[in-house]
């Protein structure tokens, strides 16, 4: 399963990309069209896309309840969260 980590101000945490690419995929097309599977098969092959997605079209309140946390290592400031894709990485779990 492909996850987003990403670092908070409260420690690093994990999002199913799957949920990201769906959310995406939502915002063209609805899941009657065959063109929705293709949206989301595009994020989950690209990995800046959902990145992308993620950081510029979405808020992290958005997705609180979707995250599992990984740790409380703290590596960025609530000045910087949410506001660069440098502190976003896909991983395969």
Do not use: C
């Given at each position: 399963?492909?996850?987003?980590?990403?670092?908070?101000?409260?420690?690093?945490?994990?999002?199913?990309?799957?949920?990201?690419?769906?959310?995406?995929?939502?915002?063209?097309?609805?899941?009657?069209?065959?063109?929705?599977?293709?949206?989301?098969?595009?994020?989950?092959?690209?990995?800046f896309e959902g990145i992308d997605w993620l950081v510029n079209?979405?808020?992290?309140?958005?997705?609180?309840?979707?995250?599992?946390?990984?740790?409380?290592?703290?590596?960025?400031?609530?000045d910087d969260f949410w506001g660069s894709s440098e502190d976003?990485?896909?991983?395969?779990?």
């Amino acid at each position: 399963m492909k996850v987003i980590k990403m670092n908070t101000p409260d420690g690093q945490y994990t999002l199913p990309l799957q949920k990201v690419a769906e959310h995406r995929a939502n915002e063209y097309t609805d899941k009657t069209n065959p063109s929705w599977k293709e949206e989301v098969d595009f994020v989950m092959n690209d990995d800046f896309e959902g990145i992308d997605w993620l950081v510029n079209n979405t808020n992290y309140e958005d997705w609180e309840d979707e995250t599992t946390k990984l740790n409380s290592d703290v590596k960025v400031t609530h000045d910087d969260f949410w506001g660069s894709s440098e502190d976003f990485e896909i991983l395969e779990m």
